[in-house]
């Protein structure tokens, strides 16, 4: 698989809206019959493009906390002698130092209230996150403690809303050798049940060696 073609975004664009649709729905929608859509489907999943199908809930509908969006400025210049973990005590050494964002975005990964982390061209820190029983300034003073924060600002969210687009998107497999873009001339191979796809021959086959070298402890 190369490119996407019109049939490939519809397919993807219905999916988006309801991953439970059933193939041969989709191809009427599509023109096409239910296993072909499927065979589409499979490739698309072969191919990276569908990762997992996944369940949007409702958290309105559940007591999950107060859900807060979080603007954090960080002085990026800054050196940084923090550990990613969560909070103060989390055996940092201060002797490590490293990138003030990287470590932001791994300690906000790794915090269960953080559902969603944005990183804004300018270098600065949004996520949206769900906070329980507990004081919002104070859970917020501990998630950040160590970091170089120049400001921050907190808004309730009253409503959220996600609307999935596919329109206008483009094919752009990834060589997984040299990472080039992969075109109509590359080639795709499956090894041990894993599909790679690369620009040309000669990534394939420095591939398959290396991958050969390392099966056999070489």
Do not use: Q
């Not at 490739?43 to 509908?61: H, W």
């Not at 979080?70 to 923090?82: G, I, K, S, W």
């Not at 400001?151 to 060589?175: K, M, N, Q, Y």
């Amino acid at each position: 698989m190369r490119e996407l073609d019109d049939t490939d975004v519809e397919i993807l664009s219905l999916l988006a809206v309801d991953a439970r649709r059933p193939y041969r729905e989709i191809g009427d929608r599509v023109g096409l019959s239910g296993p072909a859509v499927s065979d589409r489907v499979t490739r698309l999943e072969e191919a990276g493009v569908i990762r997992g199908f996944t369940v949007d809930v409702d958290r309105t509908k559940l007591r999950g906390g107060v859900p807060v969006m979080v603007d954090v400025d960080l002085a990026v210049d800054a050196d940084l002698a923090v550990d990613a973990g969560e909070g103060p005590d989390s055996g940092a050494d201060p002797d490590e130092v490293g990138d003030p964002l990287e470590a932001a975005r791994e300690r906000l990964r790794d915090a269960e209230a953080v559902e969603h982390v944005f990183v804004t061209a300018e270098g600065n820190l949004r996520f949206y996150a769900r906070i329980g029983r507990r004081s919002v300034r104070e859970w917020l003073a501990g998630l950040l403690e160590g970091l170089p924060v120049d400001d921050r600002t907190v808004t309730l969210v009253d409503e959220v809303e996600w609307t999935p687009s596919i329109e206008g998107v483009e094919f752009a497999l990834t060589c997984a050798e040299c990472s080039n873009t992969v075109d109509s001339e590359g080639e795709t191979t499956r090894i041990d049940g894993d599909v790679y796809h690369f620009c040309c021959p000669s990534c394939l086959g420095r591939f398959r060696d290396r991958y050969r070298r390392l099966e056999e402890g070489v």
